[in-house]
């Protein structure tokens, strides 16, 4: 059970794209569908912005993009808006059945 | 509207042992697969342990297993958490969150902290 491999940090100015990666193995991220994209403000907690890899639950912004590729997902935020600044987590659905989290990804607009 | 608000956090001595609740409301609980999730202080999200629909099926994380146990009341609507031998790293914010189909969660509660200290 260990923890997906996110970037620690990420960052880009208003207006720009950026995308946050997300790597596990064919346990996990690898062998299924079921990757979903949290966003986390400071004391709150998280929302769901990306699950099944790429769909978008009703209300999160088109700007939010996932995908796959092998044992990585990623999250694409186009568009970036100082809004955006927050913490990023991946999930995944595991062989277990279990389920687990990346380290997270602080993402900083500049 | 969905809500989900947990509750029995405090301070505890490590080695002791805690319950937390999880109360849920505006939906149907005994429907849901439910989880626990835990963020120490300026960490990252850790899953905990997941209890299917109706309480027949338990998982846990490895480094909890044999220490907490997850339980579900479907007629109170109420998840649990039972803490025991308590260690310092334990000490986090707990998070009682809905699992949909699709396998994400869909709704998450405020947490409650738990902190192991003497």
């Known amino acids: 059970q260990s923890a997906l491999t996110q970037p620690a940090s990420v960052s880009g100015s208003p207006g720009q794209s950026i995308t946050i990666s997300c790597t596990g193995t064919?346990?996990?991220?690898?062998?299924?569908?079921?990757v979903s994209w949290y966003q986390q403000n400071p004391g709150k907690a998280p929302k769901v912005m990306i699950y099944?890899?790429?769909n978008r639950p009703s209300g999160v912004s088109n700007r939010f993009s996932g995908s796959k590729s092998g044992n990585t997902a990623s999250l694409t935020i186009s568009g970036l808006q100082a809004e955006d600044e927050a913490d990023y987590y991946c999930s995944s659905y595991t062989s277990d059945n279990t389920r687990v989290f990346g380290g997270g990804t602080k993402l900083t607009v500049l | 509207q969905v809500q989900l608000v947990e509750s029995g956090g405090g301070v505890v001595q490590p080695g002791r042992s805690l319950r937390l609740s999880c109360a849920a409301s505006?939906?149907?609980?005994?429907?849901?697969?439910m989880h626990w999730v835990r963020q120490a202080p300026g960490k990252g999200l850790e899953w905990v342990a997941l209890?299917?629909?109706?309480?027949?099926?338990?998982y846990y994380a490895d480094s909890v297993k044999g220490r907490f146990t997850i339980s579900r009341d479907n007629s109170k609507n109420t998840l649990y958490l039972q803490v025991n031998s308590l260690r310092a790293e334990d000490t986090a914010v707990y998070y009682c969150?809905?699992?949909?189909?699709?396998?994400?969660?869909?709704?998450w509660g405020q947490g409650t902290l738990v902190t192991a200290s003497s």
């Open positions: 505006g939906f149907t609980f005994s429907d849901y697969g």
């Open positions: 099944d890899v790429s």
């Open positions: 064919s346990s996990d991220v690898g062998g299924y569908k079921f």
């Open positions: 969150a809905r699992e949909v189909a699709s396998i994400f969660f869909d709704y």
């Open positions: 209890i299917s629909y109706d309480g027949n099926s338990k």
